[in-house]
């Protein structure tokens, strides 16, 4: 069973910085596509950063140039450097990865369980 786990969320103030990490562990095969999604109170969960293996990066409205996606592909290992943090990127942070499993091959797509990040004025 592939698992996905986050870390890294927390209180922070307004203009400060957070990274969170997401470990993929099970029997992976292959990864395509690694992501960071959002999902705030009462609003629609949005994407926050898309990274296709070899190809180039996607980031949500306004938040390139201070979001950074990153992946360690020998570790399955997910990260994504939040830097001037504003109160409105308040919200539950979901990984997401769409991979190989070694026990069918086509990609699926999985979700870690969220971690929360919480921005203060």
Same mark, same amino acid.
């Given at each position: 069973?592939?698992?996905?786990?986050? *870390?890294?969320?927390?209180?922070?103030?307004?203009? @400060?910085?957070?990274?969170?990490?997401?470990?993929? *562990?099970?029997?992976? !095969?292959?990864?395509?596509?690694? @992501?960071?999604?959002?999902?705030?109170?009462?609003?629609?969960?949005?994407?926050?950063?898309?990274?296709?293996?070899? *190809?180039?990066?996607?980031? @949500?409205?306004?938040?390139?140039?201070?979001?950074?996606?990153?992946? !360690?592909?020998?570790?399955?290992?997910?990260?994504?450097?939040?830097? &001037?943090?504003?109160?409105? /990127?308040?919200?539950?942070?979901?990984?997401?990865?769409?991979?190989?499993?070694?026990?069918? /091959?086509?990609?699926? *797509?999985?979700? @870690?369980?969220?971690?929360?990040?919480?921005? &203060?004025?």
């Amino acid at each position: 069973q592939v698992q996905l786990v986050e *870390s890294g969320g927390g209180l922070v103030q307004a203009g @400060g910085s957070l990274r969170l990490s997401c470990a993929a *562990s099970g029997p992976i !095969d292959s990864i395509s596509v690694v @992501g960071w999604y959002r999902q705030a109170p009462g609003k629609q969960r949005e994407l926050v950063a898309l990274m296709p293996r070899g *190809s180039s990066t996607t980031y @949500g409205d306004s938040l390139r140039g201070r979001f950074t996606i990153s992946r !360690d592909n020998a570790k399955n290992m997910v990260y994504l450097q939040m830097n &001037s943090l504003k109160p409105e /990127d308040t919200a539950i942070y979901y990984c997401n990865i769409r991979a190989r499993t070694y026990f069918r /091959d086509d990609y699926a *797509s999985y979700w @870690g369980q969220g971690t929360q990040v919480t921005v &203060s004025s």
